[in-house]
């Protein structure tokens, strides 16, 4: 009876402190959830495990949020790649929309159509002033925003909404006069007709 006692004690003993040691190990060793996460690239695939967004350093190195078409949409099927271009988001020229920093740490946004052709642009110049480009699939059509000189700086305070190819603008140009910069509004309209590009 005595040795049945010690058995018991022993095991009472051994169970408490394996229960109160667990629980002390579990409390100060459980590992934290990561904080941080880092990579390289993240990719998000459709069903078909096709990439249908991207983000990471793309080969233009730029620093990008690209998405692409995705399988069973009107755009992915009528989305005519030239043959040249190799497949993947990380390819600036698969990117029908992208939000992020060019090369030279610029802030940009873009849109291409389904045929690949850029058809807006929105970026800063390297002094931090706007432009935003719209285009159709024969090229740019209307601008605004700064226009840069022919020697750009951060002097360049020219603000203009533009038609193209060339047509109208409407605007205001900075210029010198008497050592200040003074502005002036200019309007202008070409008549004349030319074939649409």
Do not use: C
């Not at 700064?146 to 047509?167: A, H, Y």
């Amino acid at each position: 009876m005595k040795q049945a006692s010690l058995v018991a004690a022993a095991l009472l003993a051994g169970f408490v402190g394996g229960v109160v040691g667990g629980r002390a190990t579990r409390s100060g060793s459980q590992p934290l959830p990561e904080q941080v996460i880092r990579a390289r690239t993240f990719e998000l695939v459709g069903k078909t495990g096709q990439v249908i967004s991207y983000w990471g350093i793309d080969k233009g190195d730029n620093v990008v949020l690209a998405f692409g078409s995705r399988p069973g949409t009107v755009l992915a099927e009528g989305a005519a790649r030239p043959g040249h271009i190799p497949p993947g988001l990380d390819n600036p020229e698969n990117q029908l929309s992208a939000i992020g920093l060019l090369a030279n740490d610029s802030p940009f946004v873009k849109f291409r159509g389904a045929d690949g052709k850029t058809r807006v642009r929105l970026y800063l110049n390297d002094w931090a002033k706007p432009t935003l480009l719209m285009e159709d699939e024969t090229g740019p059509r209307v601008a605004l925003g700064i226009e840069q000189s022919d020697t750009p700086g951060p002097q360049d305070n020219d603000w203009v909404l533009s038609f193209g190819p060339g047509r109208a603008r409407i605007g205001m140009y900075s210029e010198k006069e008497a050592g200040k910069t003074v502005v002036r509004g200019i309007f202008s309209i070409k008549r004349d007709k030319v074939m649409y590009p």
